[in-house]
């Protein structure tokens, strides 16, 4: 027998006898046939072909044999010296780079010297799995890819020109090493690899789907087609994905903005489902986007009830934040987790928040402000402990709620129009409240309108919302959690909250379209012209 048809039946053996928990039957190293191809890969190594050689090396270390066997110890040593002659093709260098990947780990000196070899190859003729082989090497021994980008470079380019020869796995692959190496520039390789990933959704294992996710929201990638995928196949999947899978594409929808209904019901369900088998982590990545992105599946009462006993009993078990940012999500949907606010609100919870990262940051303070502010609000019947005023901020901070620019300019430019003085409107008005008013306008009792300045004889007070896209879901006019919440009690605390008609996003500054429809809103909203003060 061939020393290449020896390596080929070890692989095979390999193949067949190793599974994701390793060999299947241990005897197998003491069998004959077995020992006996062994035996010719460790007496006659000099004599081997490259490809005997290395392809018996790599079977042999699926079958974890002992590295520090005479026979492996032979197979490497005769592998490194060949690869010091330059005696090895880049299948060759790909082979023993993997090799030496699953025998020694990224500390492997060798595989430096793999890259350096690699560098002088002729990268346009390589193959997908010799791509993807260089990819993995060069993702453990460079990182950031600093020492090597003019490689990076040259194989990025030659990939884009292979994307559709790529298998799922292949694609997963790239995909994640361009993460891991910050390929943040190679645009056109990322999009072609993330259009590819569309038609390979079903087939992607679960690991191979989270790569794809991790790589689609680091290169700030949204494809409506990829979650069009997602969509057809989590409902029917979410039985068998593997929890950590669940949470990645509900993270994915939630960092993303993307409200998709079949996605949320289907986790929704498999959430009443294995509940009980899920991580508290996990549990708090499967229902923190419903709030979030302000949405009650179906199923909304069964989902709260399960996520209420199972709160009751492992409640100990979450970490601070996580059970904050948990509970706070609750009260953005107007699920009030009454039963749990006193531990929340005692001085020995605020005391672990505190000494954990983040810590007491702006945005912990101002969820647990939010928090009293709803049970003050939406549950008057609430006796529990309350909020020190030491840990409530005055003001919210929405960083990503801010108003849009340029639809606020036209809102003011048509109030102006309107109300002809800017003494009648305030802009980023704060309140005793915690939140802060886009633009405020007062009215007396006969509703007309009064200076912003004018502190007696108000009668009425409108918030007027402007609400750009940046407050609603991706492609949706579904306001998200934080701005339906703030909207729900500026209305419990005596504003009259308007929002302008979603015309003016697209409006021209001067239109008469834009002014009449101003007209129409504040009509509807009782806003008369205003007196002389």
């Given at each position: 027998m061939s020393d290449t048809m020896a390596a080929g039946a070890l692989q095979r053996i390999s193949e067949v006898e190793v599974d994701d928990n390793g060999l299947?039957?241990?005897?197998?190293?003491?069998?004959?046939?077995?020992?006996?191809?062994?035996?010719?890969?460790e007496f006659e190594s000099s004599k081997l072909s490259n490809t005997g050689l290395l392809n018996a090396l790599q079977?042999?270390?699926k079958l974890r044999i002992d590295p520090q066997s005479t026979?492996?110890?032979?197979?490497?040593s005769e592998s490194e010296e060949r690869l010091g002659r330059g005696q090895l093709t880049a299948e060759?260098?790909?082979s023993l780079g993997e090799s030496l990947l699953e025998l020694e780990g990224p500390s492997c000196a060798t595989l430096e010297q793999i890259v350096e070899h690699m560098q002088e190859r002729d990268i346009e003729r390589w193959s997908p799995r010799e791509i993807v082989m260089v990819y993995k090497i060069l993702q453990v021994t460079v990182r950031e890819g600093k020492q090597c980008q003019n490689l990076l470079n040259r194989l990025n380019s030659v990939t884009l020109q292979t994307v559709s020869q790529l298998s799922p796995n292949f694609a997963s692959v790239i995909l994640n090493s361009l993460v891991v190496l910050r390929q943040t520039r190679a645009v056109p390789l990322v999009t072609a690899l993330c259009k590819h990933s569309v038609k390979h959704v079903p087939y992607f294992t679960d690991h191979e789907l989270v790569n794809v996710l991790e790589a689609l929201q680091y290169f700030g990638q949204k494809l409506q087609i990829f979650t069009e995928a997602l969509e057809r196949h989590v409902p029917g999947s979410?039985?068998?994905?593997?929890?950590?899978?669940?949470?990645?594409?509900?993270?994915?929808c939630c960092k993303k903005m993307i409200l998709s209904k079949p996605i949320f019901d289907a986790v929704a369900e498999g959430f009443i489902s294995n509940a009980d088998r899920l991580t508290t982590d996990q549990i708090a990545t499967y229902i923190i986007p419903f709030g979030t992105l302000n949405y009650l599946p179906p199923s909304a009462a069964s989902l709260f009830r399960k996520l209420e006993a199972v709160l009751h009993t492992r409640l100990r078990h979450f970490q601070p934040h996580t059970l904050l940012n948990l509970l706070h999500s609750c009260v953005l949907i107007q699920r009030y987790p009454i039963n749990f606010l006193p531990k929340i609100f005692s001085p020995y919870f605020l005391q672990k928040l505190q000494a954990q990262p983040p810590g007491l940051n702006r945005v912990v303070m101002s969820q647990?402000?939010?928090?009293?502010?709803?049970?003050?609000?939406?549950?008057?019947?609430y006796e529990g402990p309350k909020l020190l005023s030491k840990y409530q901020v005055k003001a919210c901070p929405m960083p990503h709620n801010s108003p849009d620019v340029h639809l606020f300019k036209r809102v003011k430019t048509g109030l102006l129009y309107l109300l002809k003085k800017r003494i009648y409107f305030a802009s980023e008005v704060?309140?005793?409240?915690?939140?802060v008013v886009d633009i405020e306008i007062k009215l007396d009792e006969e509703g007309f309108v009064l200076p912003v300045t004018q502190l007696e004889e108000v009668h009425r007070r409108i918030a007027l919302c402007v609400d750009g896209q940046n407050r609603f879901c991706?492609?949706?006019?579904?306001l998200l959690g934080e701005e339906a919440i703030k909207q729900r009690h500026l209305q419990l605390l005596g504003y009259e909250v308007v929002q302008p008609m979603e015309e003016l996003q697209v409006m021209d500054n001067q239109s008469n379209k834009q002014l009449s429809e101003w007209a129409a809103m504040c009509s509807a909203s009782h806003i008369m012209p205003n007196k002389c003060y």
């Open positions: 299947r039957n241990p005897a197998l190293l003491e069998n004959e046939v077995f020992r006996a191809l062994c035996f010719q890969f079977a042999l270390t026979l492996m110890i032979r197979l490497l060759n260098l790909c979410i039985l068998t994905m593997h929890p950590q899978t669940v949470s990645k594409v509900m993270h994915y647990l402000t939010q928090l009293f502010l709803t049970v003050t609000l939406e549950c008057p019947f704060s309140t005793p409240y915690f939140y991706a492609h949706s006019h579904n």
